[in-house]
C-alpha cells in the first residue's frame, strides 16, 4: 500500500512540516526522542520508496525527491510531461500533471501541511511549482 502508517505521518508533518526539533515533538506527543527519529528516519525511507514506486508506474524519471516536504518531480518518458507528486497524509500520493496544473482540496491542505508554499498568498499553483523547481 502507497501510504505511511498515521502516527509516522503526523511525526514528519511535525518534524518537516512544522520544522520542529525532534525532542519538541516528543515532548508534545509524550514519546521519547529515539522513537521520533525511528519514525522520522523509517518515514523519510518509506515515503522515498512510496514516490519512486509511483515514478514506476508512470513510467517516469526522477528529477527530484523530497521525502522531508513530502513531493517529487518527475518527467514521464513517453510524453515528457512533468508530474508533480505530493504526499497527502492519510490518503497516500497525488500527481498533478505540469499540462493540466490543478488542485484538489485535500492537495491544497497536503501543501499547507508540508510548508510547501509558506508566505504565498497569490497564485498558490505558481507558488507551489516554482517551490518544486527550485
Known sequence: MLKLPKRM???LLKVYGGDRRESEVA????ISKQAVSK????????LTEILIEVAEVLQADVIRVNPM???AVLKCRGSGVKAYVIYVPGKGPR???SNSL?????VVKAVKEWG???G???DLIKCLVSTLES
Open 116 to 118: 510547501l508554499v509558506r
Open 27 to 30: 515532548r508534545e506527543l509524550g
Open 9 to 11: 505521518e503526523e511525526v
Open 95 to 97: 500527481v498533478i500533471f
Open 120 to 122: 504565498c498568498s497569490n
Open 102 to 106: 490543478e488542485l484538489s482540496e485535500d
Open 39 to 46: 519514525f522520522v528516519r523509517e518515514g523519510r525511507a518509506r
Open 69 to 71: 516536504k513530502g513531493y
